[in-house]
């Protein structure tokens, strides 16, 4: 029984790291796929071309493309012009296939550990892109949302009705703050990614998660920025909000499948 468990989670590390690698790849694309959206000279997108060297645009062959062992054979660069690869990469990718392995020892069920971790994958993707670049691709938000509704309409977790009232009331709250905040102060203090990510929290843990949820994320986000203020003035003032619903959805929905 222990070995079938051990057997069972190197499985999941290992698509894991994976998917960490595909990870690398959206934080990397996704941002720029928006900020170029209107140019329709751009052809590029999630899969195409493969993956190159951001500097030389060297394609990368096979042996470069293994997660992990690629970059820490080349210890960090290029095997064509020698510039360095960011460390991001082979971090998203080690922190892929531990949290895939945590989840696979922590619930033997398949599906729950399943679950879990795609909601971890999403999570981690969207805090990424928007520390980077404030910005949260409806391409990660939307189907976290459907996935939540899916989740919830086959197996129940949640009860549906309850994950859709949740997904409409992730959206409406935000939306509602967003323009109480601008009528009283002309300010964007939200972002319309982070109402369709509260909106796929609801849909995963349904609408009597949703105060928990943006309390537990106002209160990191409020934290954050405290800090940012203290030990590094030279950033500006806006922070990103997203990484603070993800997780905190994310861990409600640990709690809740526990
Ligand atoms: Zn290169």
Same mark, same amino acid.
Request: net charge positive; glycine share 8%.
């Given at each position: 029984?222990?070995?079938?468990? &051990?057997?069972?989670?190197?499985? =999941?590390?290992?698509? #894991? !790291? !994976?998917?960490?690698?595909?990870?690398?790849?959206?934080?990397?694309?996704?941002?720029?796929?928006?900020?170029?959206? @209107?140019d329709?000279?751009?052809?590029?997108?999630?899969?195409?071309? #493969? @993956?190159?060297?951001?500097?030389?645009?060297?394609?990368?062959?096979?042996?470069?493309?293994i997660?992990?062992? @690629?970059?820490?054979?080349?210890?960090?660069?290029?095997?064509?012009?020698?510039?360095?690869?960011?460390?991001?990469?082979?971090?998203?990718?080690?922190?892929?296939?531990? @949290?895939?392995?945590?989840?696979?020892?922590?619930?033997?069920?398949?599906?729950?550990?399943?679950s879990? =971790?795609?909601y =971890?994958?999403? $999570?981690?993707?969207?805090?990424?892109?928007?520390?980077?670049?404030?910005?949260?691709?409806?391409?990660?938000?939307?189907?976290?949302?459907?996935?939540?509704?899916?989740?919830?309409?086959?197996?129940?977790?949640?009860?549906?009705?309850?994950?859709?009232?949740?997904?409409?009331?992730?959206?409406?709250?935000?939306?509602?703050?967003?323009?109480?905040?601008?009528?009283?102060? %002309?300010?964007?203090?939200?972002?319309?990614?982070?109402?369709?990510?509260?909106?796929? $929290?609801?849909?995963?843990?349904?609408?009597? $998660?949703?105060?928990?949820i943006?309390?537990?994320?106002? +209160?990191?986000?409020? &934290?954050?920025?405290?800090?940012?203020?203290? +030990? %590094?003035?030279?950033?500006?003032?806006?922070?990103? =909000?997203?990484?603070?619903?993800?997780?905190?959805?994310?861990?409600?929905?640990?709690?809740?499948?526990?």
């Amino acid at each position: 029984m222990l070995n079938e468990t &051990i057997i069972w989670s190197l499985l =999941f590390a290992l698509a #894991g !790291l !994976l998917s960490g690698s595909v990870m690398g790849m959206a934080v990397y694309r996704l941002p720029l796929m928006i900020q170029n959206a @209107s140019d329709t000279r751009t052809t590029f997108n999630l899969w195409w071309p #493969g @993956s190159r060297c951001c500097d030389c645009r060297h394609p990368l062959g096979v042996l470069d493309n293994i997660p992990l062992f @690629s970059w820490l054979a080349l210890r960090g660069r290029c095997r064509y012009c020698n510039s360095k690869i960011s460390w991001h990469y082979p971090l998203l990718e080690l922190v892929c296939m531990l @949290s895939a392995f945590g989840c696979a020892l922590a619930w033997e069920h398949f599906r729950i550990a399943g679950s879990v =971790f795609i909601y =971890f994958w999403f $999570a981690l993707a969207m805090s990424a892109i928007d520390f980077r670049t404030l910005l949260l691709p409806d391409k990660l938000t939307l189907p976290l949302l459907w996935l939540g509704l899916l989740l919830n309409a086959l197996y129940g977790t949640t009860a549906l009705t309850d994950a859709v009232y949740g997904a409409a009331a992730g959206y409406g709250v935000l939306w509602l703050i967003y323009w109480l905040v601008w009528l009283l102060t %002309r300010k964007e203090g939200l972002g319309y990614g982070d109402f369709k990510l509260l909106a796929a $929290a609801g849909a995963w843990c349904g609408w009597q $998660a949703l105060p928990t949820i943006l309390l537990v994320a106002s +209160l990191c986000g409020v &934290i954050f920025a405290l800090a940012q203020k203290v +030990l %590094r003035p030279d950033r500006g003032p806006m922070i990103a =909000f997203g990484p603070w619903l993800a997780f905190s959805g994310w861990f409600y929905y640990c709690w809740l499948v526990w």
